[in-house]
């Protein structure tokens, strides 16, 4: 069935529980809190200050599209819903980050503006879980997915990690001195991808 | 397993729910009650009614003035919503606590909460926007059951969770076979001790299998999705995740197709942004 966990093209790590973990050294502009974005559901933060970090929350079905250009340390985040902006293209003209069609070029879009390219560009996801959904009626995360590959295929765009599909609840953080991206999983493991 | 007498010395060892708020949730269902007989109800409670109205002037409701009284709230807001402020006043102490065993945060299960409740009113809104707000009262009490299964199911939780993805079942099915117990039925027996309206009952007992759904059976669809929905955003989803059954069945209940539901999906998340600030209030 639908819901069996994909895990990322053998990139991954996992890493110790976030209690474990030692705290962050508050001289290091990665991890203090302080410096910590949200980016919430349908929204994408992108930026050239290479300190800090951006996180989702809890990403359920919803997708999170993370871009970093090492050279020019240009960092994106997209947080989206729903895979296709044909249901509305009205929402789409007043916030085009809900769907995955109109949020990703924008997201890619945005960075090439603050100055990153598209060929240096590391591409990372997270999310798309899917709910015990027996005859795959709904597959909201599966087709939030499968919305983000047909673009990334098209624009010959390569993941380069991804923790997608299953049931757990899972959040991205992406710090921007470095772009490393981490996978909060709800049961507290982390996962670099 | 957790023998059924703890459980019921469990729901008799929490707060009981004020009498105003049950006196209010029967009081607006019946016919005979009048709008003077419900102000006269909260005016008596000062500490509620300064709570009602911080509810009823926050941006979310956007009312063209400020509102000073409990009559005038009836006015703009009328009586559901009314009850509803007043039943979110009351609850938002019981979801305020960390569920550890769940995986919830402080404030996580009451986010859960109002989001599953906004859902829900929108999508009782597509078969009759005058009453939804039961629907909302439903997604607000749904998950009331985690309260008290929290501990436990902390206990278990490597368990439940084995279960749950080695036979592909549901968290609450593998609650009920760890534990004895689903949070659904846990909180059945809260809200029966609360007494609460049946359909309230029902729509806690059945928001995860909806086809069981007897008395309600529109109102139980109506959170069954709101949940869904809920869960899908990741809104106050813990170590559970998304290991809960979705049930076409629901949707045909009343009258919709996934494609209706993508779309009031984006209305509910406008909402949800609406109502981060009545979340915040309620605590």
Known sequence: ?193 | MIPLDRLIKKVEDLPPLPDIVVKLLHASRDPNVSTRDMVELIKHDPALTIKVLRLCNSSYYGLPRKINSIQEALVYIGTDTLVNFVLAGCLSSFYQQAQDGYGLSKGELWRHSVGCAIASQRIASRDNPDVTGQAFTAGLIHDIGKILLDAYVGQEIETILRLVEEESISFAEAEKRVLGFSHTEAGCELARHWNLPEPLIEAIAYHQMPDAAKLAPKLVAQVHLGNILCISFGIGVGSDGLAYTFHPHALAAIGMEVSDLFRLSLDVHDDYKKAEELIGLAA
């Open chain 1, 1 to 193: 069935m639908s819901n069996k966990l994909i895990l990322p093209n053998g990139t991954s790590q996992l890493v110790q529980p976030r209690e474990e973990r030692a705290a962050p050294s508050m001289s290091s502009a990665e991890g203090t809190q302080s410096s910590f974005v949200v980016v919430d559901l349908a929204d994408m933060k992108a930026t050239n200050h290479p300190t800090g970090c951006l996180v989702t929350q809890s990403l359920g079905s919803c997708v999170a599209v993370a871009i970093f250009d090492p050279e020019a340390r240009i960092g994106g985040l997209l947080n989206y819903i729903l895979p296709d902006s044909h249901i509305c293209r009205e929402r789409a003209m007043t916030n085009p980050f809900l769907f995955a069609d109109t949020g990703i070029p924008l997201l890619f879009r945005r960075a090439y503006k603050l100055g990153a390219l598209k060929e240096r560009i590391v591409t990372k996801v997270a999310g798309a879980g899917n709910v015990l959904d027996p005859k795959e009626n709904l597959r909201l995360g599966q087709q939030n997915y499968e919305a983000l590959s047909r673009i990334m295929e098209s624009n010959h765009v390569e993941l380069k990690g991804k923790f997608v599909g299953g049931f757990k609840g899972m959040a991205l953080k992406m710090y921007l001195e470095t772009g490393r991206v981490v996978v909060e999983l709800g049961d507290g493991q982390e996962v670099e991808i």
